[in-house]
């Protein structure tokens, strides 16, 4: 692969140290709402009385809403002004949190996570687009979005950690209430901090296509959620993901004939756009879904409690950090694809070992040691994905690009755990143990094939394309 040429970075000005701080901190606080209610939900059913067959719309409305109204709100933040949109989200954030921490029924708990998931398709790609076009292109940028990879990655480790620290502690309803105080604080500073560029021109939403995309989008985040509960046979799995591709077909007819598209056809053209975000959804699903299963094996196989086992994990949510923070140095260099490979050749090489996971509880010090390695790893393939996803895109054009990389992370996290679950439900008449570990092994995978595919399609970008 061929080598970046390196740049100097410019240190980072108080004002510019305040923004990425309000940032990272809204972004981190919906990183953890991903999870945070996992393992609180058998405590949520029998205190409001929700029945353990649906149980799993807590988590199912709340990743609806996130994935499928992310893109549309992504233009909406290019059209409407990206600190307009953040602050409504955030705000749309603390006053959801506040229902969910009082709701003493099924439907205000869910008509509460709706709202959550609403607000996160807002702030996610608002805040994302004001981090890229708040520091330059370069090793800034490659650094802020290193921290914001971090934050958001471990916060979906610790969402599962502290989910179970409070309901054993002190409540389940504490998971909503410590949303309602960080949106206070982002809200009292956000307006002073946050700065951007007005847009001479408002070109109009596309309608069409963005009713077209968000239902396509519904119908097959829908689609593969039921795919984790009923199986992927399942009319009620297969029929919304049917559904969701002609949808998208459909989609792809309206945008090339209108004159304002909510997708470009030339953004959809940049290979680091379309092969990058394709690198990040295999990213995300992942490293979610290899939570998912080692949390089963701690627990079902190992003895481990929820919290032991969340605890345990959070090893991983350390080399996520870590992996944060190595980031930018690969990427300025080497260049992100290349720095992608080496995070996805990586997580495979540390994954394929856990393929072998037996009942001894020996295994708990290699598991701990490769899952670290593994979020390290991680988090460098997920870095260089959004720096080149964002990379030589106008800055018109960075909250679609940057709502095309939440939806990847989204769709990711929401795919990786039902497809994984498929391949585990098979091998159960053999049991447990076997079906862990031929998830695991095609996890591992995965990983291989994100490498593959990143090597083969992505180039370095030496300057600034123009739309």
């Given at each position: 692969m061929t080598t970046a040429t390196p740049i100097k970075a410019e240190k980072m000005?108080?004002?510019?140290?305040?923004?990425?701080?309000?940032?990272?901190?809204?972004?981190?606080?919906?990183?953890?709402?991903?999870?945070?209610?996992?393992?609180?939900?058998?405590q949520i059913g029998a205190e409001i009385g929700f029945g353990t067959e649906h149980l799993q719309w807590i988590v199912t409305s709340f990743a609806l809403c996130a994935a499928g109204f992310t893109l549309?709100?992504?233009?909406?933040?290019?059209?409407?002004?990206?600190?307009?949109?953040?602050?409504?989200?955030?705000?749309?954030?603390?006053?959801?949190?506040?229902?969910g921490g009082l709701a003493q029924d099924p439907a205000l708990l869910i008509i509460a996570r709706i709202a959550q998931g609403l607000a996160t398709a807002m702030v996610t790609p608002a805040a994302l687009s004001l981090l890229t076009t708040s520091f330059a292109e370069?090793?800034?940028r490659s650094k802020a979005l290193g921290l914001n990879g971090a934050l958001m990655a471990a916060g979906f480790t610790t969402g599962a950690v502290l989910g179970g620290v409070l309901t054993g502690v002190v409540s389940w309803r504490w998971a909503f209430f410590i949303n309602v105080v960080v949106a206070v604080a982002v809200l009292l500073s956000a307006p002073f901090v946050l700065r951007e560029r007005s847009s001479e021109s408002r070109a109009r939403l596309d309608a069409p296509g963005a009713i077209l995309v968000t239902a396509g989008l519904?119908?097959?985040?829908?689609?593969?959620?039921?795919?984790?509960?009923?199986?992927?046979?399942?009319?009620?799995?297969?029929?919304?993901?049917?559904?969701?591709?002609?949808?998208?077909?459909?989609?792809?007819?309206?945008?090339?004939?209108?004159?304002?598209?909510?997708?470009?056809p030339e953004l959809l053209k940049r290979r680091n756009v379309a092969w990058g975000n394709l690198a990040g959804l295999l990213a995300f699903a992942t490293e979610t879904s290899l939570v998912f299963l080692l949390t089963l094996y701690l627990q079902s196989i190992l003895g481990f409690s929820a919290i032991a086992a969340g605890l345990i994990l959070a090893v991983?949510?350390?080399?996520?950090?870590?992996?944060?923070?190595?980031?930018?140095?690969?990427?300025?260099?080497?260049g992100a694809p290349t720095a992608m490979v080496f995070g996805f050749v990586v997580q495979a090489a540390v994954t394929a070992p856990l393929a072998f996971l037996g009942e001894q509880a020996a295994w708990l010090v290699p598991l701990l040691l490769l899952s670290f390695l593994g979020g390290v790893a991680n988090l460098v393939a997920i870095v260089g994905y959004v720096v080149s996803s964002t990379s030589s895109v106008p800055s018109e054009q960075q909250g679609l690009a940057t709502g095309l990389v939440t939806m990847s992370q989204q769709v990711g996290i929401t795919l990786g755990t039902p497809v994984m679950s498929a391949i585990l439900a098979s091998q159960l008449t053999a049991g447990l143990l076997p079906g862990l570990q031929l998830a695991i092994g095609v996890n591992a995978a995965v990983a291989m094939v994100g490498a593959l595919l990143v090597a083969s399609f992505l180039r370095p970008l030496r300057k600034p394309e123009r739309a």
């Open positions: 000005s108080p004002r510019e140290r305040l923004t990425l701080a309000v940032l990272l901190t809204a972004n981190f606080t919906l990183a953890v709402d991903f999870s945070i209610l996992n393992v609180a939900l058998p549309l709100f992504g233009r909406v933040a290019d059209l409407f002004g990206r600190k307009r949109l953040f602050l409504v989200g955030i705000a749309l954030l603390g006053l959801a949190s506040l229902a370069g090793p800034q519904l119908a097959l985040v829908y689609g593969i959620s039921n795919a984790g509960e009923l199986g992927w046979l399942s009319p009620a799995s297969w029929l919304p993901m049917l559904a969701a591709v002609l949808l998208f077909a459909l989609f792809a007819v309206v945008e090339r004939r209108s004159a304002e598209p909510l997708v470009s991983l949510g350390v080399g996520t950090v870590l992996g944060g923070l190595l980031a930018p140095r690969l990427i300025k260099r080497f």
